[in-house]
Every structure is written in structure tokens, then in C-alpha cells.
């Protein structure tokens, strides 16, 4: 097993999909977390230009460096056998993946740092009544489409993990309520032991 350090600032947000799919997979690696920007603006400003981009997650395999979190998921999603099982299955997960990316890419422009309480609320009050309704009705569909119980192939892959985390994280839950075979898929794979065995122990963070 390769030796995995996955660097971070201590929040779930970007770096959380990894960490659910190498804690599924039961594989190894260091959870490395460094404060914030709003915590130690210093000690960032320090650490920024060593970084490939400039921005964290970072991940490190046996000493080399992988940037950006879809990157580093999805080799943590190949590396341990939860990308699918042919180069098709593979471009299935990450259909859905790249779709959940979208959508969360427009969040985090809209919100999710945004630091005016009433401004935040009537923000993602927006987002939950526009985005969020196609998306998920997308992959409602989507998932209908190919047997309902996973996205991909009837087996477990990244892109049934990526789309819990991404529907556990949502502010407003009950928007997911209204489409069963998402809920059901949610359901289920936060029921998956070890991921319910990392969700109960991971730290605690805002984000
Ligand atoms: N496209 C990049 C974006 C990474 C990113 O925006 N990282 C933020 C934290 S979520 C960061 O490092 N912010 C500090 C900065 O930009 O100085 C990815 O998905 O990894």
C-alpha cells in the first residue's frame, strides 16, 4: 500500500470526499490538518507558496505531490477499486462526480464563505430553490436509469460516496427528502460501517 499523506486545512469541505473513500477503503494514510487562513493567516501565507497552486488539499503518495481535490479523490477512488470496473464504468462515476462538482463549485462561489449570517441564509435559500432542485432531480433520474441501487454497475463507487458526502453536508437536509432513491443511496452508504465508523470519529469542524 502506497504511504498517503493528505493535507488539508482542518475542515471536512474539499478534502472530506478522500477522506471517506481511503476510510471505506480501510487504507492508511495521515490526516494532516493545518489552521485555517481565519486562524493563522501567518502560517498560511508561509505554507501557500510551497504548494503546487498556491491552495490546499494537497495529497502525498510515497513522497510525490497530487493537487486538486477531483484529482486526488479520484486516485484514491482508483488506487483502492471504487472507480469502477471498466474505462466506461469510470467515465459513469465520473459523469455524476463532475455533475455533483458543478454544483458545489457554484456553493462555494455563492456562500459558503460568506460571513454575513442574513446575507448566508437568503444565499443558499437561492441555491437550495435553483440548483439544487435540477441537480438532484438529474441524478434522481440518473440513478433510476441504472438499477437505483448505485450509480454505477450495482456496486459501490466514488460516485455513490461523493454524492453522500454532498448531500449530508447540504445546510437544508430536507431538499434531498423528495427524491427516494437519492435519500435511499445516502441512507445507505452512510450506514456502510466504515463510514459511519469515520463520520462518528472524525474531528469536529464548522466545515
Ligand atoms: N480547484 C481547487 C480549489 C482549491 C481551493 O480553493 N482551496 C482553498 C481551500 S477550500 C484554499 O486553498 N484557499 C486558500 C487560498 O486560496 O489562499 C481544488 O478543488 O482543490
Do not use: H
Not at 454575513?116 to 433510476?144: I, M, Y
Amino acid at each position: 500500500m502506497p504511504a498517503i499523506k493528505l493535507t488539508y486545512f482542518d475542515l471536512r469541505a474539499r478534502a472530506e470526499p478522500a477522506r471517506l473513500i481511503l476510510a471505506q477503503a480501510g487504507a492508511k494514510f495521515e490526516d494532516i490538518r493545518v489552521p485555517a487562513p481565519w486562524d493563522d493567516m501567518e502560517g498560511w501565507q508561509k505554507m501557500k507558496p510551497t504548494t503546487p497552486y498556491g491552495q490546499i488539499p494537497l495529497l502525498e503518495v510515497d513522497g510525490e505531490l497530487i493537487s486538486e481535490s477531483v484529482a486526488i479523490t479520484r486516485y484514491c477512488a482508483r488506487e483502492f477499486g471504487l472507480a469502477g470496473k471498466t474505462t466506461f464504468e469510470s467515465a459513469q462515476a465520473d459523469e455524476i462526480v463532475d455533475a455533483l462538482q458543478g454544483a458545489l463549485e457554484k456553493q462555494y462561489e455563492a456562500y459558503l464563505f460568506e460571513k454575513d449570517e442574513t446575507r448566508k441564509s437568503t444565499l443558499q435559500k437561492a441555491f437550495n430553490e435553483t440548483v439544487l432542485p435540477t441537480l438532484l432531480g438529474n441524478l434522481e433520474k440518473r440513478l433510476c436509469s441504472r438499477g437505483g441501487d448505485f450509480f454505477v454497475g450495482g456496486a459501490l463507487t466514488w460516485a455513490d460516496i461523493v454524492t453522500y458526502n454532498f448531500c449530508v453536508e447540504l445546510p437544508d437536509k430536507t431538499v434531498v427528502e423528495k427524491y427516494p432513491k437519492i435519500s435511499a443511496l445516502v441512507a445507505k452508504v452512510g450506514e456502510l460501517p466504515n463510514i459511519k465508523a469515520w463520520v462518528a470519529s472524525r474531528p469536529k469542524t464548522s466545515l
